[in-house]
């Protein structure tokens, strides 16, 4: 497997490798695909690794406080 790391890619690649990785953005009905590559622009352009803007996504929605509890599972015992 190739590097996908800033360094090793040229921004054409790094365009090549969003668009792959998301599918064809052109069929998709729902429209979330344009916020799917507004939020790799980062990756894109050079300023943040994929790791870096995968981990920034996930931040945003990972809390303590949100999400289902835990009641009713017998794994804490």
């Not at 790791?51 to 289902?68: C, K, L, Q, W």
């Amino acid at each position: 497997m190739r590097s996908l790391l800033i360094k090793d890619t040229t921004r054409q690649e790094r365009e090549r490798i969003v668009a792959e990785s998301i599918g064809n953005i052109e069929g998709a009905c729902d429209g979330c695909s344009p916020g799917l590559i507004e939020m790799y622009q980062d990756y894109i352009e050079g300023r943040m690794e994929l790791r870096e803007v995968n981990m920034a996504f996930n931040a945003r929605y990972t809390s303590g406080a949100e999400g289902p509890g835990r009641g009713g599972c017998d794994y804490a015992r």
